[in-house]
């Protein structure tokens, strides 16, 4: 029988060959093994991004915050601008198919044409996430928007505090749509009872031409000079009113402004103090929400929703955007957006100031009307007068020539003048007088 201390050495020996001989296998792989491959990376989501116009500042930060978060998202985006063209909107969403996208993000030109389109997309297999307007009659895998009830009632509290009686001129697109419906809704909401204020609706065409939109809100704008109130609800109405009260300042101070969607125009005028509130609508959100829905979407998930609306008889998941109030005491929430906003309020003010010492350096002419009153005239007269010497003066005169009288005092009417010819500018503008 061995004794102990033998026994001890016997074990140790043993122990110390089981640890040489774990560590020999552990260290070494058996001869012609691979190592395990890299784990492939997947490819890039391809979304398309089907939208009915770009026009206007709020879509221009849509795009930019979609493109800022795609390299994060792993998603490939294809934007497309119908310019508000239901027909070049199916042509582009077409094109996103044939691109093999997985989800189109969509934002329609007619929500009345949305079962004829997104039936299309849905045989296809590709997902269909709305922002903004909501296709009618078709079920959606989504629907992204902005609080619209809530941002017409914030429009109508704000009026509610600023004025007590008068009328307010409400624009509004001339489409029955549910987001126009909302925004109503939400005003009349907003404004409560119990005040002596007259709302007038006035309905504006849905067009991404600023210039027809401008004249129209302008029309109005002098039918009701002495409006209490005016609440826009686009960024082209919006910088309409902001030009109305530019060029009669004496109402500036009269008159409540509320917009919609706080574009970069009407956020300088914010800050400037031409304008007073904005319904920030959050296309950074409206994005943030959108794209990641889209991704969800593209794995075979749903969105992130808060409630659901029907539609043809389905529930469609929606996620709402919370809006906000801007005014000129925290126009600093914007400057993520628009930059340094007191900067561009500087550079605009040295701007109207530069445009206002150039009109009054321009000469001003009033012409006697046979009643005995000065009438400034509206229209431009450009006037070249040439001396015996042989020099050209050219002036240009607010409103249209009907008579010129030298010092001498002679006179010259309609095209013919005593001792010359007069150029380019009659009784009207340049065609021949009586």
Request: hydrophobic fraction near 35%.
């Amino acid at each position: 029988m061995l004794n102990f201390p033998f026994r001890r050495k016997v074990l140790n020996v043993l122990v110390l060959g089981v640890m040489v001989a774990s560590v020999a296998f552990s260290g070494c792989s058996p001869k012609g093994a691979k190592k395990p491959a890299p784990k492939k990376e997947e490819p890039p989501v391809k979304v398309g991004v089907a939208m009915a116009t770009m026009e206007g500042d709020g879509y221009a930060a849509l795009k930019k915050a979609m493109e800022k978060m795609k390299k994060t998202e792993k998603v490939d985006l294809t934007w497309m601008d119908a310019k508000n063209d239901p027909a070049t909107q199916s042509t582009q969403v077409e094109e996103l198919v044939k691109k093999k996208v997985k989800v189109i993000i969509l934002h329609m030109v007619n929500p009345g044409e949305g079962r004829q389109l997104v039936s299309k997309l849905q045989e296809k297999q590709i997902r269909v996430l709305a922002i903004e307007r909501l296709p009618k009659n078709v079920a959606l895998d989504g629907y992204v928007t902005p609080d619209y009830l809530r941002a017409g009632e914030v429009q109508g509290q704000f009026v509610a505090g600023k004025v007590v009686k008068g009328t307010v001129l409400l624009f509004t697109g001339a489409e029955d749509t549910l987001t126009n419906q909302a925004l109503y809704a939400g005003f009349r909401q907003g404004l409560g009872t119990g005040h002596a204020l007259v709302i007038k609706k006035i309905t504006v065409s849905d067009t991404i031409d600023p210039k027809v939109i401008e004249e129209e809100v302008l029309q109005a704008l002098k039918a009701n000079p002495n409006a209490a109130a005016i609440v826009a609800q686009s960024g082209p109405q919006t910088a309409a009113v902001i030009k109305y009260l530019q060029e009669n300042k004496d109402k500036a101070d009269l008159i409540t402004t509320v917009g919609l969607g706080a574009d970069k125009h009407a956020s300088v005028a914010l800050a400037t103090g031409q304008h007073d509130a904005e319904v920030d609508t959050r296309p950074d959100l409206i994005a943030y929400y959108a794209l990641k829905g889209a991704k969800l979407l593209a794995q075979g998930q749903h969105i992130d929703y808060d409630q659901r609306v029907k539609n043809d008889e389905s529930d469609v998941p929606v996620k709402v955007i919370p809006v906000r109030l801007i005014r000129m005491d925290n126009t600093y929430l914007l400057e993520e957006r628009w930059g340094d906003l007191k900067k561009e309020a500087k550079k605009a003010k040295e701007k109207e100031k530069k445009k206002a010492e150039q009109q009054e350096s321009k000469p001003k002419v009033k012409v006697t009307e046979g009643g005995g009153k000065d009438k400034e005239q509206q229209k431009k007269t450009k006037l070249m007068i040439k001396t015996k010497e042989g020099k050209t003066i050219e002036i240009e005169i607010d409103g249209e020539i009907q008579e010129i009288k030298s010092q001498a005092g002679s006179a010259a009417k309609g095209k013919e003048a005593k001792g010359g010819k007069q150029e380019g500018g009659s009784g009207q503008g340049g065609s021949e007088g009586e």
